[in-house]
């Protein structure tokens, strides 16, 4: 059935299995964007020491990827409008490819950093074409579940990466001892990133275009057939509703971002402090310090890879809840209860290390403490997992009016990518001063994010993106 007024609720026909099969293949691009985010964990120890870095070398190389991410999402959008979704999608699988056989060849930091940042213009383009994407194709009912598939795609790839890291570490004997072709196994974790990047490019090019970008191009009939694939009833009029909202631009561009707030429009200022709290809140330090920093404080380098995996685990598995409920109890209450239990996990995690003797320079977590610090850690992955790490994803691909998402989107995933650079760089020369001061700082972004979330941020569950305002 289909309705006059393409309000919440409404009932529709569909094939969900098409739906899905397209979410999929957009969403592997959030498998790279997760593999990139977490190859790193297992490999920064012996990079460290084999070129002898700094802490704040250290965190520059890991997060020098982000600074590619900053501008391939700040550039996807745009070129996406000009180009096609499709295209930049194989642009961005290209991209990883190169970057994965770069990395792992490296001979020197600035080399490693290059290669990085090549492989960040890749992944920042695909994180903003994945919920463009799927938001486009997707019918309203089914969105947020739907959308979050980028989201389990990237703590797939997160948990692909770490097992790939303990198993080539200790296959090894070490991430520094060679295994194959007398190569270390700390290059073989970045090359092993190339083939799911070349299996994502050649499954985007089996797929069709958005049908809002050939409406924008005239494409009409062609928009059309895409559609019926998907929707059983009611093309036609979707169709009328995309071409009515599209009629005062054809593509969107920053211009059109412009408001009185502070130059930009609110809803897009909603946008990026919503990426920006989903990176302030210190979720990647779990991901990308992790095996390091439980190495630290006393665990074994091969225990501290196995307690990593563990905490991938669980991030797919709270995805999964999210997935399941998304659509049934909104965004909002989501993200909500997100910062109430991200806020008590990380202080706790404050509180621990903030509070542990140090010796020779670590914290040491002798008793109980060690098995708080982990209750803690995996309990904050299981808040942000349920919450911030899915919702924002499906938020970004929906809250903006379809005149200025790409361009919208393309600025929020930027920011994005630059608070996961702060955070990033940053966690190291802090957590050398005191790791309870790190956390202590993530435990205050949680807490201002439950007011931002009250205040500002709309609810979406139900609506047609023909409705954003």
């Known amino acids: 059935m289909t309705s006059d007024q393409p309000t919440a609720r409404q009932t529709e026909e569909f094939d969900a299995g098409r739906a899905v099969t397209l979410a999929v293949v957009a969403a592997l691009g959030g498998f790279l964007f997760g593999f990139d985010t977490a190859v790193i964990n297992g490999a920064v120890t012996a990079i460290t020491k084999l070129f002898q870095m700094s802490p704040v070398l250290a965190g520059f ?14 550039l996807a959008g745009r070129i996406a409008d000009r180009q096609g979704r499709v295209r930049v999608m194989v642009l961005a699988a290209v991209l990883f490819v190169v970057s994965a056989i770069g990395s792992g060849l490296a001979f020197a930091p600035w080399d490693l950093i290059l290669w990085r940042i090549v492989g960040g213009l890749g ?3 695909a994180s903003v074409i994945a919920p463009a994407y799927i938001a486009e194709i997707a019918p309203a009912s089914i969105r947020g579940r739907l959308g979050s598939l980028q989201q389990l795609a990237i703590v797939t790839g997160i948990f692909v990466a770490l097992l790939s890291d303990y198993f080539l570490a200790t296959a090894a004997g070490g991430a520094e001892q060679p295994l194959w072709f007398g190569l270390e196994a700390w290059r073989w974790m970045f090359m092993t990133a190339a083939l799911p990047a070349l299996a994502y490019g050649l ?11 050939l409406v924008s191009r005239g494409e009409v009939g062609q928009a059309k057939t895409v559609l019926s694939t998907i929707l059983r009833t009611g093309v036609d009029d979707r169709i009328a509703e995309i071409r009515r909202t599209m009629a005062r631009e054809d593509r969107s561009s920053f211009s059109d ?18 990426s920006v709290f989903q990176q302030f809140v210190g979720i990647n330090v779990i991901f990308y310090y992790s095996s390091a920093l439980w190495q630290q404080v ?47 996990s990380l202080g706790a995690l404050a509180l621990v290390f903030g509070t542990a003797p140090v010796v020779h320079g670590e914290p040491q977590l002798g008793g109980a403490q060690g098995t708080i610090a982990l209750i803690a850690a995996n309990a904050f992955v299981v808040f942000f997992g349920m919450s911030w790490g ?17 361009a919208a989107l393309g600025l929020a995933a930027a920011a994005q990518w630059i608070g996961n ?21 993530y435990t205050a972004f949680a807490l201002i994010s439950f007011f931002f979330v009250l205040k500002f941020v709309p609810e979406t569950k139900g609506k047609q993106l023909e409705e954003m305002a």
């Open 61 to 74: 190389a890991v997060a020098s990827a982000l600074l590619g991410c900053a501008v391939g999402a700040w």
């Open 123 to 125: 992944v920042g383009a």
């Open 203 to 213: 499954l985007a090019l089996q797929i069709p275009e958005s049908p809002r970008y």
């Open 257 to 274: 971002l412009r408001g009185r707030a502070l130059g930009l429009q609110p809803i897009v200022w909603v946008g990026i402090l919503l």
């Open 298 to 344: 006393g665990f074994s380098e091969s225990d501290s890879l196995v307690i990593t995996v563990i905490t991938s685990v669980t991030n797919i598995v709270v995805t999964l809840i999210a997935i399941a409920f998304i659509d049934k109890v909104g965004r909002r209450k989501l993200l909500l209860i997100g910062s109430v239990g991200m806020f008590f």
């Open 390 to 406: 899915p919702t924002v994803w499906v938020l970004l691909g929906e809250m903006f009016n379809n005149r200025i998402r790409a």
């Open 421 to 441: 650079f702060l955070v990033s760089t940053t966690f190291p020369p802090l957590a050398s001063v005191s790791l309870g001061l790190a956390y202590g700082l």
